[in-house]
């Protein structure tokens, strides 16, 4: 293992305690703990934008302006557009709704909204249903950056298109939980937008 690898590693677990301790009684966050998961999880080495907050390998912003699902996530790309790579550090690509792989992950999605807004507001990620199936179970989710939809938060109920209106589109922050819960892709929410970044190896000739 190289030294860059065991102090990712390291960085990692850390991160992982963390969470751990600010979960352990009831899934409370306070800002303070927002902001040291937030804080600690920053790498100088591969930096992020200005106002957007890293967790491995993306950045992600909150997003207050309220829009539909279809305007947040072209907001997003639009952001993503504008970013212009760091000179022999980092580039960017491609901006999208937040699609979310991991318990960590979503609780650092969290951890974003809450130092943005100082609560839980109901807020959209990427998540969305292509295909209306008559079963819930059998309902195909998908993330509108293209990833592997492999991890998922919902609050008790949920997805259950409510009153059987069409919701094809995923919220977070729902319930008592704060989990997710499908809603129409028409209403209007702020959203968290994310970016893949890519690292700038430097070569010496």
Partial sequence: MTRLQETI???????LLLLSAAFTLGDIMTANIAN?????????????????????????????????????ERHCQLLGEKLEPVRNTVKYLGANLASVHSYEEFRFLQAVVLINTGSFPLT????????????????????????????????????????????????MNFG?????????CGKSYPSVCSIRTCLILQTIN
């Fill in 176 to 184: 008592a939980e704060n989990g997710w819960n499908d809603e129409s």
């Fill in 9 to 15: 590693t390291m960085a990692m677990l850390t991160l």
């Fill in 36 to 72: 040291d998961l937030v804080k600690f999880a920053a790498d100088k080495r591969n930096p992020c934008p200005r106002g957007w907050f890293q967790f491995n390998s993306r950045c992600f912003m909150f997003v207050k302006t309220a829009m539909t699902w279809p305007k947040a």
């Fill in 124 to 171: 959209w990620i990427g998540g969305y249903d292509a295909v209306q199936a008559k079963v819930e179970k059998d309902r195909l989710w998908f993330w509108s950056d293209g990833s592997k939809f492999d991890y998922e938060s919902w609050a008790e109920g949920e997805p259950n298109n409510h009153y059987g209106a069409r919701e094809p589109c995923i919220q």
